[in-house]
């Protein structure tokens, strides 16, 4: 999506009939002065990217289930600052039975999870950016009817060539759950070390494998950690379309509490397998 032209017109027009002698008598032109005629490069131009991704599972008969999980990023770099918003959501709803085999007689959510994110980037020495980020999700089968997250950090790119990107990030989150409703306590709050790990192997021009791996500790309440991990492999149809495999992976080792009269908490282990379509549009 960059186009770069460059012209460049020289004229140097040629008198035929002009004697030798007054030509070799014409003193030779000066040299422009090198620094005076430079121009500066010119700056790096304004890049928007964006894309968005669709899957979706359905499942009749004996049993029944409907299924969707999408997502979008939307990114914009100006010189050396960066932002980028992102969001996504899963819902599954499946078939109710009074009796094995028996009739579907209503229909109950499985999955409902949502995200939304807002981060910014400022780039320095070509590999490392500053970065704050705020974050908003909710997942009530998970236990949290909304968590509110903003986070600060530095990342650092380790590696970057044609086929393997390496990439780190370290910093600080903060972590407010709203916990679901009759929840005691119903809320709580946890400040966090943050560490991300992201790796990107291309065995092609079509094909890539790619992981990241986050952890969350959190240093006023030290038996919280959460971890999660997406593991993505994606495979491009063309210049715009791919098919993407996302296995995504989420632990809180710490979960919350399970709402009353029940006792106990909710599970530690969450995850997703889905294949989707992704298109770029930007």
């Not at 109950?108 to 320095?124: C, E, P, Q």
């Amino acid at each position: 999506m960059r186009a770069y032209v460059l012209l460049l017109l020289i004229s140097a027009p040629v008198f035929a009939d002009e004697p030798k002698a007054e030509a070799a008598a014409k003193p030779p032109e000066a040299k422009p002065d090198s620094k005076a005629e430079a121009k500066p490069e010119p700056m790096p131009a304004t890049v928007w990217k964006a894309n968005v991704q669709a899957g979706v599972s359905y499942i009749a008969g004996n049993a029944e289930s409907l299924g969707f999980t999408g997502n979008g990023v939307a990114n914009v770099k100006h010189y050396n600052n960066q932002a980028e918003f992102f969001a996504q959501g899963a819902y599954t709803w499946v078939g109710i039975r009074d009796l094995m085999g028996g009739p579907v007689v209503g229909h109950k959510a499985a999955a409902l999870n949502w995200l939304g994110r807002a981060r910014y980037d400022r780039y320095f020495a070509e590999k490392n950016t500053l970065f704050a980020s705020f974050t908003i999700s909710g997942d009530r089968f998970a236990g949290f009817t909304y968590r509110i997250e903003p986070q600060l950090g530095y990342s650092r790119i380790l590696h970057k060539s044609d086929r393997l990107l390496l990439r780190t990030e370290l910093g600080y989150d903060y972590n407010f759950d709203h916990y679901v409703a009759g929840t005691v306590p119903d809320s709580s709050d946890f400040h966090s070390v943050r560490g991300f790990f992201f790796g990107e192997y291309k065995f092609n021009q079509q094909v890539a494998l790619s992981d990241g791996l986050e952890v969350l500790w959190a240093l006023n309440h030290v038996s919280r950690a959460r971890v999660n991990n997406l593991l993505t492999l994606s495979a491009a149809v063309s210049t715009r379309v791919s098919v993407k495999l996302n296995w995504t992976l989420k632990s809180n080792f710490d979960p919350p509490p399970l709402p009353a009269p029940l006792t106990g908490q909710y599970g530690v282990l969450d995850s997703t397998l889905d294949a989707a379509l992704a298109v770029s549009i930007l």
